[in-house]
């Protein structure tokens, strides 16, 4: 699934999305693990936002780049095919 797609399923269930600029404060992160440098961005993450939720997602056979992600900061990583039930979990909504 496209990161098109899944952040369609996001939006039609109600998520906002913010650029990375935004004023706002999310609820909760979500990090593509295939974007450039997703794992520095991740790092910058946690240390302005301490104690926010950051999901991390990528490809199933990516153990490296969860390995990664999880010591940058992140609080869980999950498959890209499972990253749209749980943060659509994490919204109070399924499917």
Do not use: Y
């Not at 369609?8 to 906002?16: D, E, N, T, V």
């Not at 999950?78 to 109070?92: H, T």
């Amino acid at each position: 699934m496209s990161r098109v797609r899944i952040e369609s399923r996001w939006k039609a269930a109600g998520a906002q999305m913010l650029r990375r600029d935004a004023a706002e404060t999310p609820d909760l992160i979500v990090v593509d693990l295939t974007a450039r440098d997703a794992v520095g961005h991740i790092w910058k993450l946690r240390e302005q936002f301490p104690t926010m939720d950051i999901i991390a997602f990528g490809p199933h056979v990516d153990a490296e780049g969860f390995r990664a992600a999880k010591a940058a900061g992140a609080s869980e990583c999950v498959a890209r095919g499972s990253a749209v039930e749980r943060v659509l979990g994490r919204m109070g909504n399924s499917g």
